[in-house]
């Protein structure tokens, strides 16, 4: 059974107005894929994987670190990882966010 969240009205933890101009598409350059703060998955591939909705949200960290939080299948995935160590030149986590994020959805998601 799937449980669904409301991150907003009486008993959320938001005002839903906030949260849908915060989570709404920006559109100030052809083909963006950001919302206010948060990056959205791109079309041509994005850091979250192939699973994760439209609707979804997440922001990536320098170091490595992302979330992506999508609140039509209400669903979450926190990385926490140190991609500078040993060297800042280490690009590899392009390849690795979504293949994470992908295994990890396959696993909840059969």
């Avoid at 926490?80 to 986590?93: A, F, Q």
């Amino acid at each position: 059974m799937k449980r669904t969240h409301d991150y907003s009205g009486e008993k959320g933890l938001f005002d839903g107005n906030i949260l849908h101009e915060f989570w709404r598409p920006q559109a100030a350059v052809a083909g963006n894929a950001r919302a206010l703060g948060f990056d959205m998955p791109a079309p041509g591939g994005s850091s979250a994987g192939r699973y994760f909705s439209r609707r979804s949200v997440g922001h990536l960290g320098f170091t490595g670190t992302s979330f992506w939080l999508d609140p039509e299948q209400d669903f979450l995935v926190i990385l926490l990882t140190n991609r500078v160590h040993p060297t800042r030149r280490n690009e590899r986590i392009r390849i690795f966010r979504p293949q994470i994020h992908d295994l990890i959805a396959a696993l909840c998601f059969p």
